[in-house]
T-cell receptor, first 116, second 109 residues
């Protein structure tokens, strides 16, 4: 199957700082990338959908000025958590859709963010 | 609204069989996915059903009935490593995945 990587796999930062998470599709071109957030013992919550070269579509309740998404190429999308606060501590997972099977989403390994 | 229902938690014994049910109501249907997620890890793909019937893949099988809005994941010959959360997700008419809350499966020796 297709491979999606995320970097970093975990990050600890101070409150008020910004954190950038990268999501890369390694062996296919991802026309669409998705960003999810998952709190402990809860299901995945879709934050936003991004298509290469266009602005991301954010889900209701997700602040687009706080969670900046850039999908500049067919293999890279970035999520920047600006002015992070402890309540932003969560597991952030990206997934990518593309390749030969349009319907399947391939997940990255996730990034665990802890804001002190 | 769109809704995916699956049990919160199930317990089964090593070597046994367990069936995890999922019912859905979505705007449009472009397939149903089952994912496995171990604690602290991202989901991994298990199965995809878009037509009615049973899809078998080793110890895991997935069934779909579109008319009933119903699917199940069947796990046979359970192993301790099968302890995980199992997520049901439906792709709607916009090709967006609608996720269930997941079923935590506990395997006991």
């Amino acid at each position: 199957g297709a491979v999606v990587s995320q970097h970093p796999s975990w990050v600890i930062c101070k409150s008020g700082t910004s954190v950038k998470i990268e999501c890369r599709s390694l062996d296919f071109q991802a026309t669409t990338m998705f960003w999810y957030r998952q709190f402990p013992k809860q299901s995945l919550m879709l934050m936003a959908t991004s298509n290469e070269g266009s602005k991301a579509t954010y889900e209701q309740g997700v602040e687009k000025d706080k969670f900046l998404i850039n999908h500049a190429s067919l293999t890279l999308s970035t999520l920047t958590v600006t002015s992070a606060h402890p309540e932003d501590s969560s597991f952030y997972i990206c997934s990518a859709r593309g390749g030969t099977d349009y319907n399947e989403q391939f997940f990255g390994p996730g990034t665990r963010l802890t804001v002190l | 609204g769109q809704n995916i229902d699956q049990p919160t938690e199930m317990t089964a014994t090593e070597g046994a069989i367990v069936q995890i049910n999922c019912t859905y109501q979505t705007s449009g249907f472009n397939g149903l996915f089952w994912y496995q997620q171990h604690a602290g890890e991202a989901p991994t793909f298990l199965s995809y059903n878009v037509l009615d019937g049973l899809e078998e893949k080793g110890r895991f099988s997935s069934f779909l009935s579109r008319s009933k809005g119903y699917s199940y994941l069947l796990l046979k010959e359970l192993q301790m490593k099968d302890s995980a959360s199992y997520l049901c997700a439906v792709m709607d008419s916009n090709y967006q995945l609608i996720w269930g809350a997941g079923t935590k499966l506990i395997i006991k020796p």
